[in-house]
């Protein structure tokens, strides 16, 4: 077992890179039993890295973002749905809380604070809070933010420069980053991103021709690399990369979808069978875990009325996540050049499951996507939604890749971003770290050899604002009381008995889970329930579900009914955990009589 305040005995602290990608799903990478090529981060995992097969997100953008920067669940981050102020309470204000503090300002603190005599010998202050040692990092964060209020992305540039930075919308700078280069809001253009900003000015002028987001933000973290080693400022880094990549829209160059034009005719169920064995393969997952069955909103592949537009859409995501592991390639490269390379540790991981939202077209009841419109940077109007007339990928596009697509990124798994089913909650997780790694890469009992280079596979549970406390401990700073997440350093240094000691819960959108140890008990939300659901419903039996995860983690077969003394105790573990971190029953705001919830629909949308 581990404490979360288990400090790091390694002499030399090592800087830290977090590389976040942007609804990536669980077999998107070929590490984790993907055709798309992704040679940069397969090499994190195969040259003396750990991949974990079970490590948790919190099921959507900006609660997974607003949980890995603080170490705490979305709701005690102030972010339990979305970025709007929902008008519900702290735990749905739609921005960072200054209640708890950012893996930024953990690490940026002085490691030796001021403390008086009385303060040592207590590990208290004068106000009675701990004493924490902080890292001593220069920190840096290039990308897309999310957690500091809601900027619509057609807002001009005078309203972000006149909004960001109020008590609503905290900014990266605010937030203990040292430097900023990215955008404020969600999804966006790849070509002219919206709410773009450097440190706090925003970045008014077109971008030129050539510029690709995905490509921009992995050269500003380049820079960054560069920089911290031009200078005399002998601290190590912090560097978050919070990628956009493959979130829709489907944009990406011509020269990078030809490469992957026409490999997705086989269709997405000969997907789903090649990665299934391939994780299988891998030894990434048992084979007793039956893939799940096609998802029930999904088609078989020979009933799709235009293959060809399909296996472009394909195209174009396994596109966009390419480009984004060339980035990746060109991080390590910067950091052999400059000598950080072995003394850095780099985690890589994705913020939920693949993405099943449509973007509807034509302005039908139920849909938002419209906000995209508006035109390029040459003046052409933009065509939003999946219109199967255009092919995706150009400017004057927006469209997703859509569900029956996001079932193959999520395989072997159920649902998708915004559900708590292993499909919208597992992310490929992969560490690197030469130095603190190398002396036990070649120990018989944990290696895995992949194409002659040993890596490791660790298969217990852990979730995304573990990394803080991990990260808190290869720093030697203190792991702050509100930290709700525990250090896996163990796990780094060998010891694969580490498991968390504590159990882990998901509610998005009153879709909610609890796993606890080889048991998961979740339930999915109705939303053809027009009514709100009232917060005392949840303690009922009816539409949980349970499943033995060394057995079953594909979610196949539910045991609810054979162990309902097991269910009620799951779900009075969630009923505690929900009153203690503030969640409210959903729908949060009333639906009008005759309304529908569309929040559960994605596929609708």
């Keep these: 077992m581990t404490s979360k305040n288990e400090n790091s005995t390694n002499p030399s602290r090592p800087n830290i890179i977090i590389i976040l990608a942007d609804d990536l799903g669980f077999s998107d990478i070929g590490c984790f039993g993907s055709e798309i090529k992704t040679p940069n981060i397969d090499s994190l995992a195969y040259d003396g890295g750990v991949r974990f097969t079970q490590m948790y997100n919190c099921a959507r953008c900006c609660p997974s973002r607003a949980s890995l920067l603080t170490g705490v669940y979305p709701h005690q981050a102030g972010i339990g749905h979305m970025v709007y102020d929902a008008g519900v309470g702290p735990a749905y204000q739609g921005y960072l809380s200054q209640n708890v503090d950012t893996i930024a300002e953990i690490l940026k603190r002085e490691e030796s604070p001021a403390v008086t005599k009385e303060d040592n010998d207590s590990d208290r202050g004068n106000n009675g809070k701990k004493v924490e040692k902080g890292g001593g990092y220069a920190t840096f964060m290039v990308g897309k933010w999310h957690v500091g209020g809601e900027y619509p992305p057609d807002a001009s540039h005078e309203w972000i420069q006149n909004t960001m930075g109020d008590e609503t919308h905290p900014t990266p700078i605010q937030r203990g980053f040292d430097q900023f280069w990215g955008t404020l809001g969600g999804g966006g253009s790849y070509y002219q991103p919206p709410s773009l900003v450097r440190d706090e000015e925003v970045v008014k002028e077109d971008m030129p021709e050539g510029f690709y987001y995905t490509d921009a933000i992995n050269n500003e973290a380049c820079e960054v690399i560069e920089k911290m080693s031009d200078e005399e400022d002998q601290r190590p880094f912090f560097l978050y990369v919070s990628h956009v990549a493959p979130h829709w829209p489907l944009h990406a160059p011509k020269d990078e979808i030809d ?32 893939c799940s069955p096609r998802d029930e909103h999904s088609s078989p592949w020979e009933d799709a009325p235009n293959k060809e537009w399909e296996d472009e859409r394909m195209a174009t995501y396994a596109a966009q996540v390419t480009i984004m592991d060339r980035g990746v390639g060109r991080i390590l490269d910067t950091l052999r050049k400059t000598g950080n390379y072995e003394n850095t540790v780099i985690f890589f991981l994705s913020d939920n499951g693949g993405c099943a939202e449509y973007l509807k077209e034509n302005g039908e009841e139920g849909h938002w996507p419209e906000f995209y419109g508006g035109r390029t940077r040459d003046g052409q109007q933009i065509q939003v939604g999946n219109l199967r007339d255009l092919n995706p990928g150009g400017e004057e596009t927006f469209m997703s890749y859509d569900l029956p697509w996001a079932n193959a990124s999520n395989t072997p798994f159920r649902l998708f971003k915004s559900f708590v089913h292993e499909g919208g909650i597992s992310t490929p997780f992969v560490v690197h770290w030469p130095e603190g790694l190398s002396a036990i890469k070649h120990d018989d009992a944990i290696k895995f050899e992949e194409n002659g280079k040993y890596g490791r596979i660790c298969h217990s549970p852990w979730i995304m604002m573990d990394i803080v406390a991990t990260c808190c401990c290869l720093a030697g700073a203190t792991v702050p009381e509100q930290v709700e997440g525990e250090s896996f350093l163990p796990i780094l240094y060998g010891n694969d008995n580490t498991t968390r000691t504590k159990p882990i819960f998901f509610e998005h959108q009153g879709n909610r889970a609890v796993r606890d140890g080889r048991w998961k008990l979740v339930y999915r939300r109705d939303s053809e329930n027009t009514c709100s659901q009232q917060y005392n419903e949840y303690g009922d039996m009816r539409g949980w579900e349970l499943y033995n995860m060394d057995n079953d983690r594909t ?12 269910v009620m105790h799951l779900v009075s573990l969630w009923l505690e955990w929900a009153s203690r971190v503030g969640v409210k029953s959903w729908p949060l705001n009333l639906i009008p009589q005759g309304g529908k919830d569309w929040s559960n629909l994605p596929w609708m949308w």
């Design 555 to 566: 979610e196949n077969h539910n045991l609810a009914l054979q162990n309902q003394e097991r």
């Design 259 to 290: 490469k992957y034009r026409g490999k997705y005719m086989h269709g997405w169920d000969k997907v789903r069978e090649e990665r299934h064995s391939k994780l299988i393969q891998q030894r990434l997952i048992p084979p007793k875990w039956q």
